[in-house]
């Protein structure tokens, strides 16, 4: 289980992109929800080391190091690490003989010295696997029970489940192994880039894009912990998002992951949710999983419109079962309370008020920040304005991802009441409200996917109006399995949001030794995020 032990020696930490540094380096501010950290002078100093490429030195630093992290504010950066004797790699999958030669053939260029385990594997595969080297185990050939069965047959520390397909790139294994250097990491999650589509087909390559931003398995270029539904729990917290495709969307798929074997108790009865189910349970328990970034896996893209339309839908589709095993009051989208009201105001066609909620809120929690903090007030209205588009961000992803049915009627009964206005002051009102939700939830529907192709995924495979209305099939499709799951699960808990209180008070975590150093850091960390 992690600790809250001094962060390892050999470890580097690097600060979160979302983090600014204020008054000449004392005062760290980022997080989601935002939080403020005041330095002590000798944490300033160690700070601009690490960002100098130093790492911590000495239990104190050490410390400090190990609540950033776990505040969500830094990272840590652990050197490469070779698997040696300590891993071994498990191919598992379908996507047949050609797929399987490509991953053993990489495998066994990037660490000849490992002799993969495939399972599943009969006929061709079975002829190629043997031909690299690899043990071929029986089993089914993929899902979840493939990738129990893997874990049973690796007796190594350390088992890198791989998709059959996937293509590592040079050093992708060592960088994830690194983490483990420290005791308290249960599991890895390398970064899953899909590859460019080599068809000549306009639609296929449209799809491809959309699908590699909408259901696609990279969760962004930024590292991070792994939480349950994305969230914080009450002594970690998330770091701040960017935007990036996977950073807000807790249930991309894992197509590859290096995990600690000894507690790695797959549930294979979930299927297609048995992976996330069992970071999320790692986290939960107290062990740290990662997000590297930095180890790479490049994915075959999806091209078929319906192999698209059935990821959406699976993806959807695990909501309800993680529900049910996680706790349905987490498994909402995560905003303030204000966030939350602001919300409900906006969707009931009154954006003023929305708007009026969400500056009250936004007060508070700059009022909070520059109070207990001392944080000058334009990084205090920064911060709070990023954590305003978040919530709205969430808004809308949870418009797409649970409520596209209603959003949907919502637009289709605003262009309605459009074309029925004169017939009555009384009626006209009405259908002025109406047609302002119908405003709303076309928004909410139709800009983000605006604003993705704006940000260039796709620019050169799809025109914005292919995009959008892809992107909107795939809405559909993941809302469809989202109420299909909660059907099966009787909870509608991932439709709800999940409110949390943004109070002054202190981290509801604190060092684990006292001395001079540990008051230190309990001094400098008094977060303003307070959960629960």
């Known amino acids: 289980m992690a600790s809250r032990s001094p962060l390892p020696p050999g470890l580097g930490v690097e600060i979160d992109r979302s983090v600014r540094l204020a008054d000449e380096g004392h005062l760290l501010l980022g997080g989601c929800p935002p939080r403020a950290v005041r330095l002590a002078p000798p944490q300033v100093s160690a700070l601009i080391r690490w960002l100098s490429g130093a790492v911590p030195a000495g239990a104190d630093e050490g410390l400090l190091a190990r609540d950033l992290i776990r505040a969500g504010l830094a990272h840590p950066s652990p050197l490469p690490l070779p698997p040696g004797r300590t891993a071994e790699v498990a191919v598992v999958g379908q996507a047949g003989p050609a797929a399987l030669e490509t991953t053993l053939g990489l495998l066994a260029a990037s660490h000849p010295e490992l002799r993969p385990v495939v ?20 089993g089914p050939p993929g899902g979840a029970q493939a990738r129990a069965v893997a874990l049973g047959a690796c007796s190594a520390e350390f088992v890198a489940l791989v998709e059959s397909g996937a293509r590592p790139t040079a050093g992708w294994l060592d960088t994830a192994l690194g983490h483990f250097s420290d005791p308290g990491v249960a599991a890895v999650v390398p970064r899953a880039l899909t590859d460019r589509p080599r068809t000549p087909a306009p639609l296929s390559r449209a799809v491809a894009a959309v699908a590699a931003h909408g259901a696609g398995p990279d969760r962004g270029a930024d590292p991070g912990a792994v939480l349950p539904w994305g969230h914080g729990t009450p002594d970690q917290a998330r770091p701040g998002a960017f935007g990036d495709q996977g950073s807000d969307d807790p249930l991309r798929p894992v197509p590859v992951l290096v995990v600690r074997r ?9 299927g297609p949710a048995a992976e996330l189910d069992l970071l999320w349970r790692l986290a939960g328990g107290g062990w740290s999983v990662r997000y590297e970034p930095r180890s790479r896996v490049r994915m075959p893209p999806t091209t078929d419109m319906g192999d698209y339309l059935r990821a959406c839908f699976t993806s959807g589709a695990i909501a309800g079962p993680l529900a049910r095993r996680h706790g349905g009051r987490a498994a909402g989208p995560e905003v303030s309370w204000a966030g939350a009201a602001a919300l409900a105001l906006a969707a009931s066609g009154r954006p003023g008020a929305a708007l009026a909620a969400g ?6 929690v700059a009022a909070a920040v520059c109070g207990r903090a001392r944080a000058p007030l334009a990084e205090a209205v920064r911060l709070t304005g990023l954590d305003l588009v978040r919530t709205a961000g969430a808004g809308a992803r949870a418009a797409r991802a649970g409520w596209w049915p209603v959003a949907a009627a919502a637009v289709v009964a605003g262009t309605v009441a459009r074309g029925r206005r004169g017939a009555g002051a009384r009626r006209s009102a009405r259908s002025r409200r109406v047609a302002r939700i119908a405003a709303v939830s076309g928004a909410a529907l139709v800009l983000p996917h605006l604003a993705a192709w704006r940000r260039g995924r796709g620019v050169t495979l799809a025109g914005p109006v292919t995009w959008t209305v892809l992107g909107a099939a795939g809405d559909a499709a993941r809302s469809l399995g989202a109420w299909w799951g909660m059907a099966g699960a009787l909870s509608a808990a991932p439709l709800v949001p999940r409110p949390v209180a943004v109070v002054a ?21 008094p977060a303003l995020v307070s959960r629960h």
Do not use: K, N, Q
């Open 505 to 525: 008070g202190a981290a509801p975590w604190a060092p684990v030794a006292e001395g001079a150093g540990a008051a230190a850091v309990r001094e400098s960390v």
């Open 262 to 270: 000894s507690v790695a108790d797959l549930d294979p009865g979930l």
């Open 359 to 364: 500056a009250l809120g936004g007060a508070a």
């Open 119 to 138: 399972v599943g594997a009969t006929g061709a595969c079975a002829w190629i696997a043997r031909r690299h080297g690899a043990r071929v185990v029986p």
